[in-house]
């Protein structure tokens, strides 16, 4: 999609939820104007919105349903999610509450508002992030194509020896491509989208190529392509793992927001005076 398509529709939903958020104000003003209290409809509001929100996790474990497209739901998601935190503070004021339960309720609150921004920048992110990689694999297959890469490289460095007195090959891996072989490396630079460590080895193979025969050439360009192979893997892999981590964070935060919010329309109930 275009960038003016996407600002396009990204402002379509912006008006979308300022139209439902005024909507609400004005039914609220209603309801306030029948002498009732506010509070309890904004509440009512607030519990519905977040019970819908949670069961979009549930839409993701049941793909084979036709419930609609997973990009279509992610984007009701995330315009609700928007519409729901400006009726949490139409709820409860901009201010830090005082009582324990509320005060949990808003940290809880905050926690998944948050953290939910935060996976719609990871939405759009990281899927960006993995197109530049070669070939696309689940996390849990990471560990065992790594552990191929890494006896691959071993083994291309072991036959160098018989090839080249100098073993410089294996010098060069025992050095350096041994620890960087063996398990996720450059999390962080990954993440920020830095190919420096990469180029860093692929210089050193370079390098080497001077003082290397021809066979030599032929085992750094094997080489050569595993490493990259290998950094691939390290990217999806801290991409993928810092979506796990997200979502070890989000979804647990929003089904404790359900029950803090039980607790405290029960709590609301039981001292409220009259009708709502």
């Not at 509320?102 to 899927?127: E, N, T």
């Not at 390098?207 to 999806?236: F, P, S, T």
Request: charged fraction near 20%; charge should be positive; include cysteine.
């Amino acid at each position: 999609m275009m960038p003016g398509a996407v600002a396009r529709r990204r402002l379509g939903y912006a008006a979308a939820i300022v139209v439902l958020l005024s909507a609400f104000i004005w039914m609220e003003t209603l309801y306030a104007g029948a002498l009732r209290r506010a509070s309890f409809f904004n509440g009512w509001v607030l519990i519905a919105g977040v019970v819908f929100l949670a069961l979009f996790n549930v839409r993701k474990k049941l793909p084979m349903i036709p419930l609609g497209s997973a990009s279509a739901w992610t984007r009701l998601h995330a315009c609700l999610g928007f519409f729901t935190v400006g009726v949490f503070f139409l709820h409860g004021g901009f201010g830090i509450p005082q009582g324990t339960l509320d005060l949990a309720l808003w940290a809880v609150f905050l926690i998944v508002a948050l953290s939910g921004i935060g996976g719609l920048y990871l939405s759009r992110a990281v899927p960006a992030r993995l197109g530049e990689v070669q070939e696309r694999i689940l996390l849990e297959r990471i560990p065992r194509f790594r552990a191929q890469l890494a006896r691959e490289v071993a083994g291309i460095a072991e036959r160098s020896i018989g090839e080249e007195v100098s073993l410089t090959i294996a010098s060069f891996y025992s050095e350096t491509l041994h620890d960087f072989m063996r398990g996720p490396r450059n999390l962080l630079a990954h993440l920020r989208g830095s190919r420096q460590p990469l180029m860093a080895i692929c210089d050193s193979i370079k390098r080497i190529e001077r003082y290397v025969d021809d066979a030599g050439r032929a085992r750094l360009a094997e080489i050569r392509e595993r490493v990259i192979a290998k950094n691939d893997l390290d990217c999806q892999y801290a991409h993928l793992l810092l979506l796990r981590l997200w979502l070890f964070v989000h979804i647990p935060a929003t089904y404790s927001l359900i029950v803090l919010a039980a607790v405290h329309v029960m709590a609301a109930y039981a001292f409220s005076s009259g009708a709502p």
